[in-house]
């Protein structure tokens, strides 16, 4: 079995408490939405190597939408929708499709008049919780969002149920060596004022359990990479903005002593300075995960049955190394 919050250490699934964050970090997020961008080419260009023409596409934890233009693009036939727990990112979502409808030439008449006047649709939601029927996709999209649910392991059964039997999985998410010099910082400082270690930033979930996380929610042939990238600064205070622009960094107040979180943040800002390398500049950190996997076909029907496909037949049984 998969381990709960409380086995792995994770905190607890807040969704209330993620949507006001992101809601809240709408209006600016453009301002740090190349991260995103840049994954999104990756993740086209490992998509370049798989043979797929599904019907219908979701984009899973879509936020701002910018990523639903291009899977239009690449599957013209096949409508797009979109999928993110906050309002606030919808509507930059819904803004940034408004009067796009260059798409429909690609399309039949016939195909573009049932789709109606826009292509992708969006959904509110949460995506371990999501509002389309069992199997209503052949294809699911979701860039850098994974991370932000504490329970991947609630979320891949999620994303298995509502693909198609065959269908495929593709996401990018952040691993654990993400943010490693904001945390380094905020030790030093908690060691040396004599306070209690706290969580600062949000957790990240090894790449090797997210594997075994999508076979246990039923995926199968999961490809699973991890890349590291550098983000450099100028100054400790634009890293401190842009880590609050991505939202991972909620933890971080403590409105009861107001003098006492200045005193922190201070420390805090000391602590990336010593950080500075000899080019001037500061790093933070991003291990980037990509992985993607295919829906397995079940090995048993609703009624129990044992359900044997026709490429297995003659084979022998499986052999343990």
């Known amino acids: 079995m998969s381990p709960t919050s409380a086995q792995s250490g994770r905190p607890a699934y807040d969704s209330r408490r993620l949507r006001r964050i992101f809601d809240r970090r709408a209006a600016t997020f453009d301002e740090v939405a190349f991260l995103p961008r840049e994954i999104a080419q990756r993740m086209r260009e490992r998509l370049d190597y798989i043979k797929v023409s599904p019907a219908s596409v979701l984009d899973a934890g879509c936020g701002a939408g910018e990523d639903i233009p291009a899977l239009r693009e690449r599957f013209p036939e096949a409508p797009v929708f979109g999928a993110d727990l906050s309002h606030g990112m919808l509507m930059r979502a819904l803004r940034h499709d ?30 371990s919780a999501l509002p389309f029927t069992a199997g209503a996709f052949e294809f699911i ?3 850098l969002a994974l991370h932000w649910h504490s329970r991947p392991d609630l979320v891949f059964p999620e994303w298995q149920r509502v693909l198609k039997v065959s269908g ?7 691993g654990p060596d993400t943010l490693k010099e904001l945390r380094g910082a905020y030790a030093e400082i908690e060691a040396a004022h004599g306070v209690a270690s706290r969580r600062h930033v949000i957790d990240f979930v090894d790449m090797h359990d997210l594997g075994d996380m999508l076979v246990e929610a039923g ?8 890349e590291t ?41 000391a602590a990336l300075e010593a950080r500075r390398r000899t080019d001037g500049t500061i790093a933070l950190t991003f291990e980037v995960i990509y992985g993607h996997a295919w829906k397995a076909v079940p090995r048993t029907t609703a009624e ?6 026709l490429e297995d037949i003659g084979r022998g049984p499986a052999k343990r190394g």
């Open 219 to 226: 995926f199968e042939i999961p490809v699973m990479d991890q």
């Open 98 to 127: 408004a009067g796009d409808t260059s798409w429909r030439r690609f399309l039949p008449a016939s195909l573009g008049k049932a789709l109606g006047a826009r292509g992708p649709r969006f959904a509110q939601a949460d995506f």
């Open 168 to 174: 495929l999985l593709m996401f990018s998410t952040l």
């Open 304 to 309: 129990g049955h044992g359900i044997v496909r």
């Open 229 to 269: 990238l550098t983000i450099t600064y100028k100054s400790p205070e634009s890293l401190l903005a842009d880590v609050r622009r991505w939202g991972a960094y909620p933890f971080e107040r403590d409105t009861h002593d107001v003098a006492h979180a200045r005193r922190l943040r201070k420390a805090l800002l």
């Open 141 to 143: 999209w979701s860039n």
